[in-house]
């Protein structure tokens, strides 16, 4: 296998770090394949680039466009297409996101090959490119391989480690000119939702908030603990449809699917729904005062009490520690 591209995905010109992981995946399928960069917005920054090449790649391609300043899949798609096309890769990568998950299939579909969505490893056997994805709402895994054509995959955040940055690595970064046209949609204004904290998706923490936590204002230390560790807060459906917090914090089988390395689930009564967005996640805490709560069944650790005791008690300790 010659030349991997590797699309990465940007946050106010923030590369995800999602991205770096695509990149070290593409470094499983083959340690000295060329490992292309793929960067597209309306003004991207050569420092963006220079994070890719640092992460592993070893050149990449800026794409900048008005109309790439807000996502569509017809502008991505165009773009992708053409880069495509142009570099003939053996394989294609890119974050199991909202944005890789909605223009690659329509780039699958387009082209007429496989896809392979939602990976969360990658071996190869002898001339086979393996991936490993979950099935049955995380309950199964499955091996998936491609039998011929472009290896194209989509690669869930926070599985395969980032490969460490090095400063010292250097690549070409080459701007390419592609005319995005003929759009049928336009997104004439984005309106964000007050965000608070590390996005979740990507987060290493999770505090995540249930029924249990009674109120809007039941989740203000919940922040804050998540503000203590580094981390991102959640909730589970029962919270979000009690209007205890937005929906777009929803983890479960209706919300995000997450894996951070430490979840903290705070007055959560563990239903199968829920335990389908977080159940893979490393270390699974688990705060309630009812002992029998099915949390306490995935949970490497339990704490049983009431979570306006003992999540204050936890910020103390932490903040003890300095």
Do not use: W
């Amino acid at each position: 296998m010659g030349k991997i591209l590797v699309i990465g995905e940007s946050v106010d010109g923030v590369l995800r770090n999602v991205s770096f992981e695509a990149i070290a995946a593409a470094r499983k399928i083959e340690e000295g394949a060329e490992v292309v960069g793929l960067l597209l917005g309306k003004d991207v920054q050569e420092s963006e680039a220079n994070a890719m090449i640092h992460h592993g790649a070893d050149r990449v391609i800026t794409v900048s466009h008005d109309n790439l300043e807000n996502y569509t899949s017809e502008g991505y798609g165009q773009v992708i297409l053409e880069v495509m096309d142009e570099e003939s890769p053996d394989a294609v990568l890119m974050g199991h996101t909202a944005i890789g998950k909605d223009v690659t299939p329509k780039i699958a579909g387009r082209l007429e090959i496989g896809l392979v969505s939602d990976a969360i490893d990658i071996k190869v056997d002898g001339n086979d490119v393996v991936f490993t994805r979950p099935i049955y709402s995380g309950k199964a895994f499955e091996e998936k391989k491609m039998k011929d054509g472009i290896v194209f995959a989509t690669i869930r955040p926070n599985n395969i480690p980032a490969l460490e940055k090095d400063e010292g690595r250097s690549g070409d970064v080459s701007a390419k000119d592609v005319d995005v046209k003929d759009l049928r949609t336009i997104v004439k204004e984005v309106i964000r939702k007050k965000a608070e904290g590390v996005d979740m998706s990507e987060a290493n923490v999770v505090i995540a908030g249930g029924r249990g936590v009674k109120s809007e204002e039941g989740f203000e230390p919940l922040y804050e603990l998540a503000d203590l560790l580094g981390g991102a807060v959640g909730a589970s459906r029962g919270a979000c449809d009690a209007e205890y917090c937005d929906y777009s914090l929803q983890i479960g089988q209706t919300g995000k699917v997450i894996t951070p390395d430490l979840y903290i689930a705070v007055g959560i009564s563990g239903a199968i729904q829920h335990l389908a967005g977080m159940s893979n996640s490393k270390v699974i805490v688990a705060i309630n005062k009812d002992p029998e709560a099915n949390i306490f069944n995935v949970a490497d650790y339990g704490i049983v009490g009431d979570l306006f005791d003992v999540v204050p008690k936890l910020i103390e300790e932490i903040k003890a520690l300095g």
